[in-house]
T-cell receptor, first 113, second 113 residues
Framework: EAQVTQNPRYLITVTGKKLTVTCSQN?????MSWYRQDPGLGLRQIYY???????DKGDVPEGYKVSRKEKRNFPLILESPSPNQTSLYFC????????????FGPGTRLTVT | GQQLNQSPQSMFIQEGEDVSMNCTSS?????WLWYKQDPGEGPVLLIA?????ELTSNGRLTAQFGITRKDSFLNISASIPSDVGIYFC?????????????FGSGTQLTVLP
């Protein structure tokens, strides 16, 4: 089944404790991205990747890192999480960077205390 | 940056009723997309529109790309309980990259039996 998977689905952590949220897609998509969703603000892009080893900042990159060592994986790293990073996170992929039609993962709900 | 105004923010309707929601922008878009997010899941693409004036259907859903290129509408006919969720619009500019999608803040739909 074609899908985007994220792990974990739920995470509660404390300020400053490094964490990684994994994202994997099995559709051989070139383009992958991370969004955060906050009430009343819609989806805001954190980072995106046009292809392996090609990543760039989105609209709200502060406090986040990403890597794209393999085509299928695009982990999101929070080196020192803070409470304002409490949010619902979505990974998405599309077949090429030029395609608007993205497939989203199921989401990761992160709480930072 | 570009902003999308999506309305209404929430709707409570009776099963069987028709639903209308819309998105407006201060900028011209080349593409309009409509997504649905079920509770606890990631957004799923419902309809993609690529041409001003285009009217596209997907089952009981119909979406239109406004002539001015600054708005789009989504209609759901004969609503059923499984229509419950958050509906998002997204607009893409002429340059054609998923990186440049702008998302609306969503319409929360509740269908009452």
């Amino acid at each position: 089944e074609a899908q985007v998977t994220q792990n974990p689905r739920y995470l509660i952590t404390v300020t400053g404790k490094k964490l990684t949220v994994t994202c994997s897609q099995n559709m051989n998509h070139e383009y992958m991205s991370w969004y955060r969703q906050d009430p009343g603000l819609g989806l805001r892009q954190i980072y995106y990747s046009m292809n392996v080893e090609v990543t760039d900042k989105g609209d709200v990159p502060e406090g986040y890192k990403v890597s794209r060592k393999e085509k299928r994986n695009f982990p999101l790293i929070l080196e020192s999480p803070s409470p304002n990073q409490t949010s619902l996170y979505f990974c998405a992929s599309s077949i090429t960077p030029g395609s608007y039609e993205q497939y989203f993962g199921p989401g990761t709900r992160l709480t930072v205390t | 940056g570009q902003q999308l105004n999506q309305s209404p923010q929430s709707m409570f309707i009776q099963e069987g009723e028709d639903v209308s929601m819309n998105c407006t922008s201060s900028s011209i878009f080349n593409t309009w997309l409509w997504y649905k997010q079920d509770p606890g899941e990631g957004p799923v693409l419902l309809i993609a529109l690529y041409k001003a004036g285009e009217l596209t259907s997907n089952g009981r859903l119909t979406a239109q790309f406004g002539i001015t290129r600054k708005d789009s509408f989504l209609n759901i006919s004969a609503s059923i309980p499984s229509d419950v969720g958050i509906y998002f619009c997204a607009g893409g500019p002429f340059s054609g990259s998923a990186r440049q999608l702008t998302f609306g803040s969503g319409t929360q739909l509740t269908v009452l039996p």
